[in-house]
């Protein structure tokens, strides 16, 4: 089984950045693709980015041109660089890994844009 460990979070201001970090262990081995989903409150859990095995990336429209996702294979750690932030980017961020038909999820880490 995987073991996802999200950091990062916090409060920040309308324009500003922060990092999050997915720090992944345990049964790593032939884990396809990691991404990172958010879910704010009242809402439901919605896509926001993922890096596959060969280093291809996607993003959800909401947060392209201002969110990066990253890896560090060396680390077994991904990472979400998030700049330009809105407040509609308020939510918990969910750090998820892929190893064929299964998902593993980490606790999650709160990001929280004041206006």
């Known amino acids: 089984q995987v073991q996802l460990v999200e950091s990062g979070g916090g409060l920040v201001q309308a324009g500003g950045s922060l990092r999050l970090s997915c720090a992944a262990s345990g049964s790593i081995f032939s884990i396809y693709k990691m991404g990172w989903y958010r879910q704010a409150p009242g809402k439901q859990r919605e896509f926001v980015a993922f890096?596959?095995?060969?280093?291809?990336?996607n993003y959800a429209d909401s947060v392209k041109g201002r969110f990066t996702i990253s890896r560090d294979t060396t680390k077994n750690t991904v990472y979400l660089q998030m700049n330009s932030l809105k407040p509609e980017d308020t939510a918990v961020y969910y750090c998820?890994?892929?190893?064929?038909?299964?998902?593993?999820w980490g606790r999650g880490t709160q990001v929280t844009v004041s206006s």
């Open positions: 998820n890994a892929v190893k064929s038909l299964l998902n593993s």
């Open positions: 890096i596959s095995i060969d280093g291809s990336t």
